[in-house]
């Protein structure tokens, strides 16, 4: 379903305030890439009614839904809303906008999660954890009732890995031979694995669980999507991967001729 977006209307640039869409002055009709993850994130919220447990992205995208729920708390449009946020910087950010948390012990069934993805293939397969969240993500999104990914039309797809990228989690002992293991297991697609670091290269990158992240990059399809998830659960060392397989229920993508919602 394609629906039109008021940004584009006409020679005029409209700028998002408090959910409304709002003419500015005349200027070229071209949207940055974080306009668009906007426009996306705030559709996202309209599904959001008050007494909902939610899931709280991580990344970019999923910010600008985050701060849209505080902004709808605070002005009371909704009301005792309980997020379960994805990370660590999340929890951060939803504690300093005053969002009422808690966690999967206390609410083990989500009503909704909104969150962005790293690659939607036409099937709405998911590639996520480009930001390294994806173990925490997973357990939540795995736990709603609906689950919303919000993108800009540059995460679509052919098929997953083309485009970067598929994170998967590992412990730290012995992290090389897990690496090498995986990237044996996709050997046929020209795997290159590469444990990830920080500051140009001088750190190892840990995620919120103490954990390391090894990515894959495919040269081809890696093929069946759900046997080469099963094979890499299989390797002992690997704690969860970056394919986000049959969860998404709907996709909102947001791009220059307007916003599209893909439901499963």
């Known amino acids: 379903m394609a629906i039109p977006c008021p940004p584009f209307i006409g020679s005029e640039k409209l700028s998002i305030e408090s959910g409304a869409m709002s003419p ?17 994130a705030y559709k996202a919220v309209e599904f959001v009614q008050s007494g ?29 809303i309980i997020g ?29 999660a909104i969150d962005g993805a790293d690659e939607v293939d ?13 173990l925490r993500e997973k357990m939540i999104e795995s736990a709603c009732k609906k689950f919303i990914v919000i993108v800009d039309e540059s995460k679509l797809v052919a098929h997953v890995g083309a485009s970067g990228a598929m994170p998967v989690e ?34 190892i990158f ?14 081809k399809d890696i093929g069946d999507l759900k046997v080469a998830s099963d094979a890499i659960l299989r390797l002992a060392g690997v704690v969860e991967h970056g394919m986000f397989l049959d969860m998404a229920t709907t996709v909102i993508v947001a791009g220059e001729l307007g916003i599209t919602i893909k439901d499963k």
């Open 52 to 80: 909902m447990v939610l899931g709280l992205g991580t990344g970019s995208t999923a910010k600008h839904a985050v701060d849209r729920i505080a902004d709808l708390l605070h002005q009371g449009k909704l009301k005792n």
């Open 170 to 203: 590992v412990v730290p002992f012995c992290w090389k031979f897990t690496q090498d293991r995986l990237q044996n297991l996709f050997d046929y697609a020209g795997c290159v694995a590469k444990l990830r670091t920080d500051n140009g290269g001088e750190k």
């Open 122 to 134: 036409s099937n709405l397969n998911l590639v996520k954890g480009r930001g390294g969240s994806l």
């Open 24 to 40: 500015s002055s005349p200027s070229p009709l071209i949207l940055t890439q974080d306009e668009l993850k906007k426009i996306a």
């Open 206 to 219: 840990v995620t919120d669980n103490g954990n390391y992240i090894v990515d894959l990059f495919f040269k």
């Open 84 to 112: 379960i946020p994805t990370s660590t910087k999340t929890h951060q950010q939803a504690v300093s906008l005053g969002i009422p948390l808690s966690d999967l012990n206390s609410h083990p069934v989500v009503d909704l």
